[in-house]
């Protein structure tokens, strides 16, 4: 018999040994569960759409063992961990496996998920006895250089399968350590956060009038520049466990094969590695996040606020003089630790609103974070807000993107055409479409329609698809809308 919980609805008095009473109570329990579940739901909801996931939240997809080392690590914020290697254990090996994508590019070994899957717990038996045993080693990194820009390139390590795992169990011990750290400026490469968070905060702190001086900033070649040295120091301030700091060691001084070169870099980390994300919020989180909340914002004369998404980073100010302080102090900060800012991308930028009786023009500023240019517009009503829109050297790599894929899909099957061409229009819509930004997504479906149109009159020089027909083929095979689909400027997904 199913017992009356506290705040669920008292049963009707009906005959208790009837059927009727038992689907009755049956139904109420069921109805009253459902409500808690979409209460539950829905505050887990709204913690994603503010960027501010509770650890409660987060804690829901931890093993018991981890939920304890996070729980400490809340309560303890000085406190150190001695023990943590044991956490590495096959059932910490297996999710690991599980989170690995079944299409992701192989390292040197050549293996993939379905290779390793044949034999799957003879290997991770015998992966976790070579990490009890401290047999285990590190396999070189792939490098590989995908485009960025005109003209460059950017380098990506790509790690054995069997090291992807241990990374990836390692990263879930770190960071059960870490995030009870991380402070609520960091957004990058966290469960919970997403660069939607990141501009979202932007508005808040435009709202707050911590814009109206705006430091940009980007550290270059930050994976590359880590100093490993510095960052096993950091890390012992929170974890001792000589085995687990091994183990982060030999992550890091691990052999590069860029084609036929071998290297062995003294600093950096590889970037596209799992464990690169958290190594470098890790770094930044003691050089820049802790040094500005304890050491910088008690000295200015206004308000500021940081908002950092892995190497990129913003500050607001409230007051010009607090920022060409913070600018001169901060290189020096940077260069302790062996990073250097950008000449180029580093720059002081007066961002605050128009007077209400400027009605023509622009703004004084724009800046660039995350893909978004931050700009001042006026609304229909003649009122100034800030607004983002698609940067313009992002927007044009996808069109160029757009038209290149194309180009080399010309000869697949129609059908198979139009569900890639869907999918990357989508994974774009679905970024990039907050409001105000409807403008720059209509024109990249603009292009769309122009690039397939001209390739799939490419396939046959007899048969021509004239605009009319080609129409008319797109009432069978629609591409996607643009719309907003991430509500930045409030919870309406409409633009003012």
Known sequence: MVGRRRGEPKPRSTPQGSRRAAYERRRRVT???????????????????????????????????????????????????????????????????????????????????????????????????????????????????????????????????????????????????????????????????????????????????????????????????????????????RVVDGSLLRLVSKCLHVGVLDGEAYTTPDVGTAQGSILSPLLGNIYLHYVLDRWFHREVLPRLRGRARLIRYADDFVIGFQYHEDAERVLVVLHQRMQRYGLTLHPDKTRLLDFRRPPAAQQRGRGPGTFDFLGFTLYWRRSRRGRWYMACKTRRARLRRAIQAVYTWCRRQRHQEVVVQHAGLRRRLQGHFNYFGVNGNLRSLTCLLYHARRAWHKWLNRRSQRARLSWERYLEFLQMYPLPPPRVVVPIWGMPAREP
């Open 31 to 237: 109805w009253w569960r459902r409500g808690a579940d979409r209460a539950k739901a829905a505050r887990v909801v709204d913690e994603l759409l503010e960027g501010n996931m509770s650890q409660a939240s987060t804690w829901i997809a931890m093993s018991p063992e981890l939920q304890k080392v996070a729980e400490r690590a809340q309560r303890e914020p000085d406190g150190r961990f001695h023990s943590l290697a044991h956490l590495l254990d096959e059932r910490a090996l297996y999710r690991a496996y599980t989170r690995q994508r079944e299409d992701a590019a192989a390292g040197v070994d050549g293996c993939t998920k379905e290779d390793y899957a044949q034999g799957r717990s003879d290997q991770l038996r015998s992966l976790h006895e070579r990490l009890r045993t401290k047999r285990y080693r590190h396999q070189p990194i792939l490098r590989v250089h995908i485009p960025k820009g005109p003209g460059k390139t950017r380098p990506l390590g790509i790690s054995a399968f069997e090291d992807k795992i241990v990374q990836d169990a390692l990263r879930e011990v770190l960071e059960a350590v870490y995030e009870q750290d991380f402070l609520d400026c960091s957004y990058g490469f966290r469960p919970g956060r997403s660069a939607h968070g990141a501009i979202r905060t932007l508005h808040q702190a435009q709202t707050q009038g911590e814009l109206n001086c705006v430091l940009e900033a980007d550290i270059q070649s930050f994976f590359d520049s880590i100093d490993r040295k510095v960052l096993v120091e950091l890390l012992q301030e």
